[in-house]
């Protein structure tokens, strides 16, 4: 795509098309560690925007907190659904971007997994305002992000941790940062994780 041609994917026409590469049917091996590092504890709320087919919603449900997986696309929607049926997670339809979503509910935590990367660079600002909108007085944001190296091209929108700081500095304080220990063999060596903390 040209860069002056850069616009919103149909991410639901995506999922009809069965076009979904970032889908590895499974969930994230850097949640995994997160979840091992008991940084989600039982009871607290737990918001996964982009949440897709919902692979990192059940594994986060299984710790005993409230996981609600948010996406725009209804197909995508309603195959985590039907995939996760017999599990405590919730999926939902919705815009992570509409401020009117956080007006019914606020999120201790939430966690960033291929949603931030797939939005356009230019809409990051208003991601940060959207996580920050969500979350309670002194929520966390957890996520793993493409961090190395900036790519105009995309789906995915690889960036840098510069700009993750430049970017979630603004409304959040950052607790930790590092390279996860495991990825999937195809993201092997871009990904950073992060945990940031809401402050104002």
Not at 9 to 35: F, H, M, V
Not at 50 to 74: L, N, P, Q
Not at 138 to 157: I, M, T
Request: negative net charge; hydrophobic residues 35%.
């Amino acid at each position: 795509m040209d860069k002056l041609e850069k616009k919103p994917c149909d991410w639901n026409q995506r999922y009809l098309d069965g076009d979904t590469p970032w889908d590895k049917g499974l969930a994230s091996p850097a949640l995994e560690e997160i979840i091992e590092g008991g940084h989600f504890s039982l009871g607290s709320d737990v918001l996964i925007p982009g949440c897709g087919y919902g692979h990192d919603v059940r594994e986060i449900a299984k710790t005993g907190s409230g996981a609600t997986g948010m996406d725009i696309s209804e197909s995508a929607v309603a195959g985590a659904k039907l995939a996760h049926k017999d599990t405590a997670a919730v999926f939902e339809l919705g815009d992570f971007f509409d401020p009117s979503l956080a007006e019914k509910k606020r999120y201790d935590i939430i966690w960033e997994h291929t949603c931030f990367c797939a939005i356009l660079p230019a809409q990051r600002d208003v991601y940060v305002e959207a996580a920050h909108r969500f979350l309670k007085p002194n929520g966390v944001l957890l996520g793993v992000f493409f961090a190395f190296g900036d790519d105009e091209k995309g789906p995915p929108f690889k960036t840098n941790i510069k700009t993750l700081h430049q970017h979630f500095g603004k409304q959040f304080a950052l607790e930790w940062e590092r390279r996860p220990e495991q990825s999937f063999p195809t993201r092997e060596g871009e990904e950073w994780l992060m945990c940031w903390r809401k402050t104002t």
